[in-house]
């Protein structure tokens, strides 16, 4: 014999197990009630998009002026790079100029102190050269001391006595 089924219990959650008239136990949730959702005036539904309007429309603003003061410091920077890069190539030639004018001026400076045009310029000016000068003495008065070296009492022509 077999005994009477048993009545089971409702599992936790709200769920209720029904039995069709077929004999199989199909599992159903009972319907849970929506959330109570309150009614939003329209005044502040309006104001919510402009909030987010405005919002969107700073961000918006801000990431201009950035962006754009970017793009003008990279725009001023490449300026006085380039400014930069034309003084360079101006010194360089300068410097290219110089250096060409100062081989030219040691060349000359190298002609003009070459001793034989010394000489040659010296003797067409009257110069002599050292060795045809003939030191002439002043006679004196029977000393061997050089011309005027032991007399301090004669007045010598052009001094300062005259």
């Not at 040659?120 to 050292?130: F, T």
């Amino acid at each position: 014999m077999s005994t009477p089924a048993r009545r089971l219990r409702t599992p936790p959650g709200g769920t209720r197990i029904a039995t069709p008239p077929g004999g199989t136990r199909v599992v159903v949730p009972t319907p849970r009630p929506a959330p109570a959702r309150r009614p939003v005036p329209e005044a502040a539904r309006r104001t919510s998009a402009r909030h987010r309007r405005r919002h969107h429309l700073g961000f918006a603003l801000l990431a201009g002026i950035l962006i754009g003061s970017m793009l003008f410091g990279i725009v001023v920077l490449n300026a006085l790079l380039a400014q930069t890069s034309f003084r360079i190539d101006q010194a360089e030639r300068q410097i290219e100029e110089l250096s060409q004018e100062h081989i030219s001026l040691v060349r000359e400076q190298a002609t003009l102190s070459a001793p034989g045009r010394i000489a040659a310029w010296a003797s067409r000016h009257g110069m002599r050269l050292p060795d045809d000068i003939r030191i002439l003495h002043a006679p004196g008065t029977g000393s061997a001391d050089p011309a005027g070296a032991g007399t301090s009492s004669r007045s010598v022509p052009g001094g300062p006595s005259e």
